[in-house]
């Protein structure tokens, strides 16, 4: 007989749960830290943190045709992607979604 497999239980999807809201938000930072060293990891910033870009994006209010005003979630962004760098280097979102990079 094989053992049956029960369902997962309140263990996993805790793990689950604090990977998700803590590990992958936190994980943007070094990440973007570790770009100037790695062209793989500058390469996947706007590919695994797409989510985390986006949401910033959204935050943009149109304050004319054409013209957004940087949201509440920017500076937060903008504050952890480049605290572990010398260069004020940040990666973003261009109003159309297309991935750019900030700074000098």
């Not at 936190?26 to 996947?44: D, I, K, N, Q, Y």
């Given at each position: 007989?094989?053992p049956?497999r029960s369902?997962?239980?309140?263990?996993f999807?805790?793990?689950v749960?604090?990977v998700?809201?803590?590990a992958?938000p936190?994980?943007?930072?070094?990440?973007?830290?570790l770009?100037?060293?790695?062209e793989?990891?500058?390469r996947c910033?706007?590919?695994?943190?797409?989510?985390i870009?986006w949401m910033t994006?959204?935050?943009?209010r149109?304050?004319?045709?054409?013209?957004?005003?940087?949201?509440?979630?920017d500076?937060?962004v903008?504050?952890?992607?480049t605290c572990?760098?010398?260069d004020?280097?940040f990666?973003?979102?261009?109003?159309e979604?297309?991935?750019i990079?900030?700074?000098n």
């Amino acid at each position: 007989m094989t053992p049956s497999r029960s369902k997962p239980g309140v263990a996993f999807w805790a793990t689950v749960v604090v990977v998700v809201l803590v590990a992958y938000p936190l994980s943007f930072g070094p990440a973007c830290w570790l770009a100037p060293h790695s062209e793989t990891v500058h390469r996947c910033i706007h590919v695994l943190h797409y989510p985390i870009l986006w949401m910033t994006l959204k935050t943009h209010r149109e304050i004319a045709p054409g013209v957004f005003e940087e949201g509440w979630l920017d500076p937060c962004v903008q504050w952890y992607a480049t605290c572990g760098r010398n260069d004020d280097r940040f990666p973003a979102l261009g109003q159309e979604g297309e991935p750019i990079w900030w700074g000098n």
